[in-house]
């Protein structure tokens, strides 16, 4: 009998947490975008986030919020950097393509990638860019996250 109490609990504590997320970029399916993007790139240690140009408003985002918040090596120097810092970047204007050890014995990488979206014909939404960031022992390199996820969301819709 406990079982389904503690499921339920989980669910309802949930159910805030998903309704702050943003839906996604207007007249994109939401769901779809994220599918496309867990099947391009997703792994529990990936954080995407679709933003406006210019001010930088979050429209988007795959990945928890921890994920996203985690600054790791940015990969330029000895700085370091988070999805969010790299998400202000691309709606600036910034390309990052970038890999780099994660970890002093080479044991994690951390890849990035930011860019701007190339609307689909009859977009809906404005000008958007998108900041990717993945950390682990298998991580993609940076120019590999740029061309999965720019087919990902063109596979959306985008």
């Known amino acids: 009998m406990r079982t389904p109490l503690i499921a339920l609990a989980i ?30 790139i997703g792994d529990p240690n ?16 795959y990945g928890d919020y921890s994920t996203c918040a985690v600054s790791m090596a940015s990969c330029q120097g000895s700085a370091a950097l988070n999805a969010d810092g790299l998400a202000k ?14 970890e ?6 951390v890849g990035w990638a930011s860019g701007p979206i190339t609307p689909s014909p009859g ?10 960031v993945m950390e682990g022992p298998t ?9 999965r996820l720019e087919a990902a969301f063109r596979r959306a819709g985008m």
Do not use: H
Not at 46 to 61: A, D, F, H, N, Y
Not at 89 to 102: F, K, M, N, W
């Open 11 to 40: 669910a309802a504590a949930s159910l805030p947490l998903a309704a702050c997320n943003p839906a996604g970029p207007k007249g994109i399916d939401g769901d779809l975008l994220t599918q496309e993007v867990s099947k391009a």
């Open 46 to 61: 990936t954080c995407v986030l679709i933003v406006e140009k210019g001010g930088g408003k979050v429209v988007w985002r």
């Open 89 to 102: 970047l691309a709606a600036a204007g910034e390309v990052r393509t970038l890999s780099c050890d994660s």
């Open 104 to 109: 002093p014995d080479g044991a994690s990488r």
């Open 123 to 132: 977009a809906k939404y404005g000008d958007l860019a998108y900041a990717a």
């Open 139 to 147: 991580v993609l390199p940076g120019r590999e996250i740029k061309v």
